[in-house]
């Protein structure tokens, strides 16, 4: 009977585990080497399913030619000191610790005990994918429904604005005015040009008008190129007036707003503000009754850097509430949505309290493994042993399950239109929904052929780590060094962030042409350096660093095929473990143990 722990099927860690291994020859002696022969089975087998053979298989071979009912022992311990140790005790403890690291299919075989756990995570897994679904759904009609309108809004209020230019300037004062006293007009006139059904929110401006136009300047400002001398105060005011719609839509539109006077020599911008109403009625073709939102328009005519060129920009932001009257026609009351968040949200729990017993057991188990080595063996336990008992993958499977609850009653709060927090739901339910995905791998990890990706991970996890983290000394050196002297002339070298993003593109073999195209030939010692900096970045990182990173994969996927061929190396966890040569048929598993009772029991 192989034990069915994925992580010793596979291979050992030398690096992780050097403490903790011995090889079989020292610590079942000389003696006992004959036994560690290979199985006549084995030798027709291919190198690929020699990979991830069971450590134990090759102690059965030597423990099968034992008598049935005799328990080889550990030959590092002194064999008065076996004679002394409960051989009741000892199996017992030895059958536990072999029924724990079983497969589900093993357990059913060895106790009939249902598969409760693995049955509750394959419905976790479609019912949390499923709720992703629906939600994804309405949180693209949400964002969507955004985005939209603040293009809109851009196309309205400002003047001769194109979707594929990079920005909007004027560069005249007159033009300034221009643009002003058009924002101004349209939004006066919004609800006889727009397509859409906008309302206007009174009171909101200052002195409780529905428009704010403000101007912000320095105190004092003098600045004479001329003599090269200038004069500045920099405390800042705002001078503002309010406008507002009129009541009758007959009436002329007022002007008073026209006599407003910019301060240009020490002007530093200028802002339109104002807050527009709107319904989002495309949810009702997913059975949901419709948002009402609350746009907060500002348009900005930035002059800070008084170069001549004052930009102008527009920003929206939406604010999701409740209506307050509805009435859809043929519409009926439906919380099945909310029901099913309910479902899901119960599930998980019942999936976190099971993972939480299961790490429990593991370290009470721990300590009991921990004790018998301490009291009757005179040993202590190493790390990396005790670690075996805290699966990771339950870890995993709880934070999954804390994400999804909480994501659940935050969703729950967006269905009844008490909360609007799209963006943090989707957050905790996508990164919920991906932890359920990549927990899937554990109960591929109990067949030997599946387990290659995750045993080459964790061979060349350390050796990656180390690695990158030579490389990103490197790679930060060149993303300070662009900024710094790039920045100004590239515009993808203008923020720290962006030529992060530019660099990692480079090494993949992305837009190179054009990040060698875009640079400005401002000057040709720039220029030079521009070009000497990115031939060596994309020769040094291309060519050796992604080159050396994949070969520390691929060399640990050799190491693991080198050693499926040589003489495995066990844990005394592991070489306790396969003292027990019971199969999980032989009915033996089925004797009562000393446990206590817990609420979960009916999941044994």
Known sequence: MEISQPEYHNTKFAESRGRCHVTLQDALGIGMASSLSKNPRDEGDTETDKLLTSVTDHNASGLNDRPHGSHPSLDVIDSSSWKQVDEEEEEALCRKLKYFFMSPCDKYHAKGRKPYKLVLQLLKIVIVTVQLVFFGLSNQMVVMFKDENTDSFRHLFLKDYQDDSDGLAVHTQSGVYEHINYTIEQY??????????????????????????????????????VNDTFNIDPQIITDCIGVNPPTDPSAPIPEDYKSFTLKFHKLINVTIEFKLKAINIQSIINNEIPDCYTFSVTILFDNRAHSGKVKISLRNKAIIRECSATSVSG??????????????????????????????????LQHEFVRFFRESLGRQVCWADRLEFINGWYLLLIISDILTIIASFIKIGIETKNLASYDVCGILMGTSTLLVWVGVIRYLSFFQKYNIL????????PNVIRFCCCAAAIYMGYVFCGWIVLGPYHAKFRSLSTVSECLFSLINGDDMFATFSEVERSGTLVWLFSQLYLYTFISLFIYMVLSLFIALITGAYDTITQQAQEPPQVSDLHQFIAQCTDTPTSGKFHSPEKTSCSPFCCFN
Do not use: M
């Not at 040009?193 to 300047?217: E, K, M």
């Open 454 to 461: 995750i045993v080459t991970l964790r061979a060349a996890f």
């Open 188 to 225: 006066l006139g919004l609800t006889k040009n727009s397509v859409s059904r906008y309302a206007y929110v009174l009171g909101s401006g200052v002195n409780g008008s529905a428009l704010s136009l403000c101007q912000h300047y320095y105190k004092k400002g003098s600045i004479d190129p």
């Open 331 to 364: 519409h009926k009351e439906n919380y099945w949505r909310v029901a099913f968040d309910v479902l899901v949200a119960i599930v998980c729990g019942l999936s976190l309290a099971l993972c939480g017993r299961s790490i429990l057991r593991g370290i009470a």
